[in-house]
C-alpha cells in the first residue's frame, strides 16, 4: 500500500516559518485530493489545507493567510508552508489523501520561545 512520510516539523520561536513535506511512496498524481490535517478531540479533524490532483487548493479560513500548500509532481511531494507561526499552531500535522484513508505518521511543530 502507498505510503505517506511527512518531515519538517521541529521547534521554532514565535514569527518563524516552517515548510512540511510529504513524501508519497507512489505517484501522488493517483489521489484525487492531499491534505494536511491535524487531529481534535473526540475524533474529529481540523483541515489545514488540501490540494487536488488538478491543483486546486483549499485552506482554513483562519489559516489561510500564513499557510501555504504546494507540490511537487516530480518528486512525489506535497508542502505546507507555515509562516508567522504562533504558540496555538504547536500539533502535529499528519499528511493525508482523505478520499483513500491514508494517513501519514505525523510530524511535530512546537512553537515556542
Known amino acids: 500500500q502507498v505510503q505517506l512520510v511527512e518531515s519538517g516539523g521541529g521547534l521554532v520561536e514565535p514569527g518563524g516559518s516552517l515548510t512540511l513535506s510529504c513524501t508519497s511512496t507512489?505517484?501522488?498524481?493517483?489521489?484525487?485530493?492531499l491534505g494536511w490535517y491535524r487531529r481534535l478531540p473526540y475524533g474529529q479533524r481540523d483541515v489545514i489545507a488540501t490540494i487536488t490532483r488538478s491543483g486546486r487548493t483549499t485552506y482554513d479560513s483562519a489559516l489561510k493567510d500564513r499557510f501555504i500548500i504546494s507540490r511537487d509532481v516530480v518528486k512525489n511531494t506535497v508542502y505546507l508552508q507555515m509562516n508567522n507561526l504562533k504558540p496555538e499552531d504547536s500539533d502535529t500535522y499528519y499528511c493525508?489523501?482523505?478520499?483513500?484513508?491514508?494517513w501519514g505518521q505525523g510530524t511535530q511543530v512546537t512553537v515556542s520561545s
Open positions: 493525508v489523501a482523505p478520499r483513500d484513508d491514508i
Open positions: 507512489g505517484n501522488i498524481s493517483t489521489f484525487v485530493i
